[in-house]
RNA sequence: GUGGGUGUAGUGUAGUGGUUAACACGUCUGGUUGUGGCCCAGAAGAUCGAGGGUUCGAGUCCCUCCAUCCACCCCA
């Protein structure tokens, strides 16, 4: 074979539409719903917004990048991620002039030089939302509830909803201390990579897969204890929040994870996690947080927010393992059977048909079982026939192709014809 | 980036080192004049992932590369 696609890129065929078409239709009234309207941002951008915006030391930043220089010189990477550019969309418009919050939802691909796997591609899809511009808790809920509804609306069962709080800025660097220090007394205990890990980034340490970390790691300092009176307030409004939307949603829980850390910089505060039970590696379906320091890192004035991304591959691979039933594929409604030289004939009312909103087309040029089974194969649900008698006598043969298959002659006439179609259908 | 598994028509599979690589589904063509689904018959479709090597002989054994899957890592 000649050509064949990138690594860690996949196409998209017609059968699968019918999982993508459903997922973002859900996906953009639930959003809808909240009252999310869509942004959309460019493919690349300035290489410099994801290093600021991302963290010059995340493995994202450091090893997964999509950068090359145009042919201008300029440095430009393909977005890995897409909280930093709808940021960045935020500043450059001047958004803050709109009513406070705002509030976006986009689909994209994103690109990371990864290894690839199951639930891990070089290019994937995320559909993700934003609330800029309200420091609330309430809006923390908010985002945590769209995530929730979105998943619920997909028909998924059995997803586990995490969240942690790492604190804000000032109170973190005194976790970080302590918990890094925490670790040092064990330096000689934890294994290679950890090792390696806790000088660079400490917080990893905690969701660990090495079995000695994992043990260490139940009596490490939390990162609630260190809250700042802020911040604690902030987190316990959002857990009464959390609550009294679980007493109208008895099928919502969520479990308060100490050890749950992400992977990008920006985060602080509240960060989530959706993750189907019974999942692989790649498991999470939709994960997040607040991002307050974001704005200002990126040259704005200093603006909170808080979001979410959600992987649409995944969410498909998961819709798939439960067996949702999914709403199907486009299907033909009129199927064009014709004998001798009469397509011509027929091609104003092959337009008409489609004018009236029933998907048309016309069989190939064959035999006429030959046709037939065509239209059988393509699963239409009406049959035109015509050859040069119905041509002769101004009129047409419409066949039911469902189990009845009856079959009626009517006049040649588009109004006429569509009238009785609509009939049947 | 590290470790391991896999790689045979479009898809899913079979194939003790030995003639023209098999089966199912799918596709196409027929099964008397212009009627689908079921059934029957036939056809097309594979340089056995790529390139080297061992051998009289390689889909089968060895090496390299590529892809894919699993785990690490990371994350959606």
Redesign the pocket.
Known sequence: ?KF???????DILPEQQKYWNYVLDTAKNTANKFGFQSIETPTFEDTNLFKRGVGEG???VM??MYSFNDLGGDSITLRP?G?ASVCRAYIENGMKNQPQPQKYFYNAS?F???????????E???F?CEIIGDENPEYDAEIIQLGWKYIKNLGLRSVKLKINTLGDSKTREKYLRDLSNYYKQFIHKLPK??SV?LAR?PL?LL????AVTKELSSDAPKSVDYLSEESKIHWERLISLLNKFAENNEDFHYEIDNKL????DYYNRTVF??IPKNS?????????GRYDPLIEMLGGTPTPGIG???????MIIELKKQKVEIPGNQTIDVVI?H??EVLEELWGLISDLRDNGLSTVFA?N????????????I??KI?I????????KESV?I?????????KEVNLESDVIIRYIENIL
Request: net charge positive; proline share 4%.
């Open positions: 074979m064949t696609r990138p690594r860690g890129t996949s995340t493995d994202v090893k997964e991620e909280t994103m990371r030089y990864e290894r690839p796997q199951a639930g891990r591609l070089r994937h899809h995320q993700g990579i950890d890990r980034s990893r969701d660990s897969k090495e850390v992400r992977g990008l996690e959706f692989g590696t790649q498991g999470t379906i939709l994960g997040g979410f991304g959600s992987g649409i591959e995944r059977i004998m001798g190939p064959r035999s006429m079982k030959s046709q037939m089974r065509y239209a059988n194969n699963n239409a049959a026939i015509v050859g040069p008698d119905e041509i002769s043969n066949k039911d192709l469902s189990s009845t298959g009856s079959q």
